[in-house]
């Protein structure tokens, strides 16, 4: 789990420190993407949107390697590790990087994509205890006599 979560927090740092937008050579793409939402009726899905998804998705494995590290009962200290990384990176852009825009925004989805992978991890960490009491109980022998003091 360590090497896991290691990685996804360089990649999400090498994606926040990189000194100019990451889709900064995609415009037209984009541009197409937008108009083929706004074609199936969704015209309100423009760049501001799709940044704000992605600063999300981004941080959902944080948020997920996070809780299962820390464990499910700590959910708020692994919703916390997303947050201060965001800081991090926005801090650092603001100070470091004149080419891109930190943005309070950008916390704000970075740790809401935290928050959501920490309650997948807690979810998943729950159906993992019960399937292991289930296992356990399934292999005590029913017919056992219970061990009672002398």
């Given at each position: ?33 937008f108009a083929w ?35 499910p009962a700590r ?19 603001w100070l470091l ?54």
């Amino acid at each position: 789990m360590h090497v896991a979560l290691v990685l996804v927090i360089l990649v999400v740092l090498a994606i926040g420190f990189w000194p100019s937008r990451v889709d900064a050579g995609a415009h037209d793409e984009l541009e197409a993407l937008f108009a083929w939402f706004a074609s199936i009726g969704l015209p309100g899905i423009d760049y501001r949107v799709l940044e704000s998804a992605a600063n999300v998705v981004m941080f959902v494995p944080i948020g997920f390697l996070v809780a299962l590290e820390l464990g499910p009962a700590r959910w708020l200290p692994s919703v916390l590790v997303g947050a201060a990384l965001s800081i991090v990176i926005e801090a650092g852009q603001w100070l470091l990087l004149p080419d891109r825009v930190p943005s309070a925004g950008d916390v704000i989805a970075n740790t809401a994509g935290a928050a959501l992978g920490v309650g997948l991890g807690v979810v998943i960490a729950g159906v993992r205890r019960r399937r292991s009491r289930r296992r356990a109980d399934a292999t005590q022998d029913p017919d056992a006599e219970p061990i009672r003091p002398a």
